[in-house]
């Protein structure tokens, strides 16, 4: 694990042609946490977990949490479920098993591909992302219109 990037919503293992299943394994503060077999495996912010996360059945975390999600992408096992875990501790994906096309995307972008054994590193940035707050919009009310919450997702105007 050697690469330094920076990501402010999204780090994930994704599959790629043939799409067979991946074996990631996880390890937090560099204690063994799980195998993961699955199409993928998403490390996502609070500002990223309304995208791919939320997709891919992983929960909403309000944006002031100090938080991340850890979420399968089609897990093999139903029992790998999204979890939420502190966003200060290091978190390391290793491919165990995988194929030619397995990539690192960080925010949408594509960095390359994985081959087995190869890790990717994810740990909080020694600088904090400054969001700007606008008074008169409220989190719920956001969410409400975006996702069509509380409503028929056809009439959102």
């Not at 920076?6 to 074996?23: F, Q, T, W």
């Not at 030619?100 to 995307?105: D, E, L, N, Q, R």
């Not at 087995?116 to 009310?141: H, L, T, W």
Request: aromatic residues 8%; positive net charge; proline residues 7%.
């Amino acid at each position: 694990c050697t690469a330094v990037l920076l990501a402010l919503n999204v780090a994930a293992i994704l599959g790629g042609p043939p799409y067979s299943l991946l074996k990631i394994d996880l390890y937090i503060d560099g204690h063994f946490a799980s195998t993961y077999s699955c199409d993928g495996l998403i490390i996502s912010t609070p500002v990223g977990s309304t995208a791919h996360n939320l997709s891919a059945g992983g929960p909403i975390l309000h944006r002031r949490l100090e938080a991340v999600v850890i979420c399968p992408i089609s897990p093999h096992p139903l029992t790998m479920r999204p979890v939420v875990d502190q966003a200060d501790r290091v978190f390391e994906m290793f491919v165990r098993q995988g194929h030619a096309s397995v990539s690192a995307v960080f925010d949408g972008r594509v960095l390359g591909l994985l081959a087995e054994g190869d890790c990717y590193r994810i740990r909080r940035a020694p600088v904090a992302f400054q969001m700007v707050n606008v008074p008169s919009k409220n989190e719920y009310r956001t969410l409400r219109h975006k996702l069509g919450w509380g409503g028929n997702p056809r009439n959102r105007s």
